[in-house]
């Protein structure tokens, strides 16, 4: 299994254009979920996913969208950006929502907007 | 907001000696916690973790220890070794996996 993978690893964007980070699992996971990380900082919650078709806001969801059309997917929008927006973004997935099942991350993709 | 925090950012240790990363958290409600590793340039791993329930648990090489009394977690790292160097995540945890809380880290390295 590869596990969570994210594309692109890397990305510097101009104020105002927008882009699509990836992600895909291919452990059959129904919870999938997207992290931003800000620098010395631990992770916030951005957005998450119960199954495919249903997403749900986390703690920073201002200025992203997701979309969750299958069950290994699991994209993250991003229409207008902002240098706030500038951070690592981890994408992470877990087999349940039970509260001991461990979230596995991907490598992140580390996004600059100037 | 509930958050979890550190009580020290860095921490410098000899290689061969045991390291020991504090980490104190608000919640009460939180019944699960976590400790992930995560290294320059990759996303968090994970390490190990406990339940509310129980007050020690072991792995290879690591220990974390839960005080509910004074809400402090720590992971003790025996032997730690070069390939140890990285930054310490706690994370907490109450009702359901989407409700998981990070502290912001501490960096661990190992000194040869």
């Known amino acids: 299994n590869a596990g969570v993978t994210q594309t692109p690893k890397f990305r510097i964007l101009k104020i105002g254009q927008s882009m699509t980070l990836q992600c895909t699992q291919d452990?059959?996971?129904?919870?999938m979920y997207w992290y931003r990380q800000d620098p010395g900082m631990g992770l916030k919650l951005i957005y998450y996913?119960?199954?495919?078709?249903?997403?749900d806001k986390g703690e920073v969801p201002n200025g992203y969208n997701v979309s969750r059309s299958t069950t290994e997917d699991f994209p993250l929008r991003l229409e207008l950006a902002a240098p706030s927006q500038t951070s690592v973004y981890f994408c992470?997935?877990?087999?349940?929502?039970?509260?001991?099942?461990?979230?596995?991350f991907g490598p992140g993709t580390r996004l600059t907007v100037l | 907001g509930e958050s979890v925090g550190l009580h020290l950012p860095t921490l410098s240790v000899q290689e061969g000696d045991n390291s020991i990363i504090n980490c104190a958290y608000s919640n009460s409600a939180s019944d699960y916690f976590i400790w992930y590793k995560q290294e320059s340039g990759k996303g968090p791993q994970f390490i190990i973790d406990?339940?509310?329930?129980?007050d020690k648990r072991q792995g290879q090489r690591v220990t974390v220890l839960l005080n509910k009394t004074v809400k402090h977690l720590s992971l003790q790292i025996a032997a730690t070794q070069p390939g140890d160097s990285a930054v310490y995540f706690c994370a907490e945890r109450f009702g359901s996996a989407r409700q998981l809380t990070f502290g912001s880290g501490t960096q661990l390295t190992v000194l040869p």
């Open positions: 406990i339940r509310s329930n129980m």
């Open positions: 996913s119960v199954g495919a078709g249903i997403t």
């Open positions: 452990m059959n996971h129904n919870y």
């Open positions: 992470a997935s877990s087999y349940s929502e039970a509260s001991t099942d461990t979230q596995y």
